[in-house]
């Protein structure tokens, strides 16, 4: 989403949180209770539907558990969550909705919380804005003085799709008061969300009784409080009936004579909507958090991030700037702060010395070897946040294979007695399992050439320490490096594959209750060779020390081990010098038939378009031959195309070395994640365009700057694409506001931090460290005190640019900035 003007604010949006369960879903009383019907849940910003869960089994009160991440990468006003009742031969049932409007978000922010479903009334589903011009005129006839409103409907922005397809938009325009409703009538525009009317309309105010040839003459104050103008939005249905898209209410006191008053307003439900009785239609239990990033210019960030990435230098390390900010962010947000910081230092090469400082603090103060690295600590939080982010692609070739066989066949492998469901034979359901467990620890232990660089140095560097602070203990060495691997990354991800994008959808119980199972079972099998050879012992349940005796203890030590050797020893591994190919992304879409010159419905066709480090193909549906292949070396740019173009929304292009390939993606969001990932995939192609046709050729001649030359170069400068390669995914700028938010928010807990080390330089750090320092790791008082000093100078500058571009963008009104009007 990054802006060609670099001197604007970019306002960077994004989502995550987790539907979690349902609750008495349907009438509290009568038939239609939903007992015998299945059930989803859809996310929708304003009306465009952006994820979908899975089909869930029939149940008045299902659980969903289904984590959800995007960027949001245009304005919206309502964020909403759908609950439908699957049905076979008809359309969808929805049985109820949470909306939250964009500045109500912080109030949920980061905690579950139960809602109340309200009904879906088509009313209240609207979204967009409108662009307004008005004024009263004074007009002197031969009767006497009038005013006259003058109202201009300029245009509008964010219309909703009805049926998938851009509207047929027409607004009316009312004069509205007590003993007047005074109606007129833009055009229909047709199939566009974004129309523009440049209709003005004239109504007269009658003067009031009183009037006495005043020179600056108004309506009575009692009469100007009851006018309003009220404008409604509506899609031409046809011959079908007109669908409401908004409206908005303006009163006319705020206008003066001969004062031309411009702005744009939301458009807002009709009414304000309606709301049910609080237990209707159930509850949905609910985890969202919204994050919305300011990203100044470039320059403003320079003295913070240059003091961040000072850090790995600083010593002790506890003194550095990273170290500070995990310190004081502790008690409020655990270590989630930390994530813009190794990102931050991933981008920049500075994050392996970092590791390794807090790596060697943790260390000094463990005690015990086998406690070694097994706790929440910044030192482990950062390591967990780097595998997830360099070892993306790592898990995916390692893991992805076999977790999709384990849940294509989905065979029984409960083997706990008092779970066993009648009918199934444990002894069938333990091999089963055992099957599953040995093709995932052999995926794990055959796959150290496929182990990122950065994981490797890391783990190499973990190792090392571990050896150095426990000599005597000749394991020590492996469960430094196990602790992480195994404990924290492949378990972790065969117990949650969703969350690691390895599948799309949470699982069922069943195939949960699988993975549960073998991910113990990888948790023991690979901490096994590096603590002991007596691990049997550790099961808590029966069932499970039978089931491990399955497996060969020693040939599973020895793999472990030269596993583990592998990823973290001096030598180089060796490649094969073929990089696997594995899936970036992949999914339904509309594709334009190439090479057509004519604008039809027909042209689109449904297709599957899938994506590899190595290539991008389509396809008639999921799984079928490849219809066209399009090496990834060959693609020269990946842009937005213009609604116009096809009078579509959320549609892109893949510019290569033959026609373009047109797409258009379901909503904003896939839209945006698919150009996001083609554009880091083929950033580095020799021969990429520097300009681009922004729409498309069609009827001879480009749409966009009128060349009938189907080979004129581009009319538009291409978006700049400077990641640094397509696993970091890393916009510097804004991970130094994250970093910046941060410390403003903690600013009390920096302040006490800076008094503990004023009050130890001064007490030598004996008398009060006990009751108020041990909050925080302080090493060196004075050094600390230094970096805390710098932080408050740099946070202090950057907070007076965020001060002054601010006051620059907050006037209302504006496209940004729209006026929430009234409501009837």
Known sequence: MAEEDDTKIRILQSLRGKICEAKNLGPSSGPNRLRDLCTFCTISL???????????????????????????????????????????????????KVAIRKEDLYKYSGKENWFHLQPVDPHSEVQGKVHLEMRLNELITETGSVQQLVVQIIACQGLPLISGQNCDPYATVTLVGPARSDQKKTKVKKKTSDPQFEETFHFEVTRSSSYKGRSHFQVEEEDMEKLEIKVELWNNGNLAQDVFLGETRVSVKILRIDHVHKAWYLLQPKGNGTKSKPDDLGSLRLNVTYTEDNVLPSECYTSLRNLMLKSPDVKPISASAAHVLGDVCRDNVGYEALLPVVRLLLHHNRLLPFLTAVAGLELENTQEANTIFRGNSLATRCIDDMMKIVGRSYLTV?????????????????????????????????????????????????????????????????????????????????????????????????????????????????????????????????????????????????????????????????????????????????SSGVEDSFVLKEGEVHKRAQGRKRIGKKNFKKRWLRLTNQELSYHKQKGKEALCTIPVKNILGVEKLEESAFNRKNM???????????????????????????????????????????????????????????NAPGCKPCTATVLANIQLDIDCDRETERIFFFFSSNLSRLQKMEDACAGMSVYLGQQKEQEEYSAFTIQDPKETFRTITELRAVLEELQAHHDLKGALTDEPGTIENPIVGKTA
Not at 465 to 493: E, T
Not at 676 to 681: A, I, T
Not at 690 to 702: C, I, K, R, T
Request: glycine share 2%; aromatic share 12%.
């Open 46 to 96: 304003d009306q465009e539907e952006v994820y979908r869960t899975k089909v869930y089994e029939k149940s008045v009160s299902p659980f969903f558990g289904e984590d959800f991440y995007f960027e949001i990468p245009r304005p919206f006003q309502c964020l909403s969550f759908y609950v439908y009742a699957k049905s076979m031969f008809q359309r969808d049932l929805p049985v109820g």
């Open 652 to 710: 892109f292009q893949v510019i290569h070395s033959e026609k373009p390939l047109y797409v258009q993606a379901g909503n904003c969001v896939e839209a945006n994640s698919w150009i996001e990932v083609l554009s880091q995939v083929s950033r580095c192609n020799p021969g990429r365009l520097s300009v681009f046709h922004p729409s498309a050729y069609v009827n001879a001649s480009w749409l966009c700057c009128k060349e009938a030359n189907e």
């Open 398 to 574: 390692t893991l992805k294979p076999v977790l999709n066989e384990i849940f294509e066949s989905n065979k029984t492998c409960e083997i706990d007695p008092i779970r066993l469901k009648e009918g199934d034979n444990v002894e069938v359901n333990k091999e089963n399992l055992q099957g599953y467990v040995q093709k995932v620890f052999t995926s794990i232990t055959q796959s150290s050439s496929s182990c990122p660089p950065l994981m490797c140095d890391v783990f190499r560097s973990l190792r090392q320490l571990a050896s150095k602070r426990f000599p005597a203990d000749p394991h020590v060495q492996y469960s430094a490096v196990s602790s992480f691997i195994f404990l924290r990354f492949f378990a972790v991800a065969v117990l949650s594959p969703h969350t690691f994008q390895l599948r799309s959808h949470h699982p069922d119980p069943e195939i949960s209750r699988t993975l549960t199972l073998i991910s113990k079972t990888i948790q023991s099998l690979g901490s096994w060779g590096s603590l002991s050879k007596n691990k049997l012992s550790s099961f808590k349940e029966t069932y499970m020390y039978d089931f491990f005796k399955l497996f060969q203890e020693d040939e599973c030590i020895e793999k472990v081990k030269k596993f583990l050797d592998e990823i973290s020893s001096n030598v180089c591994k060796e």
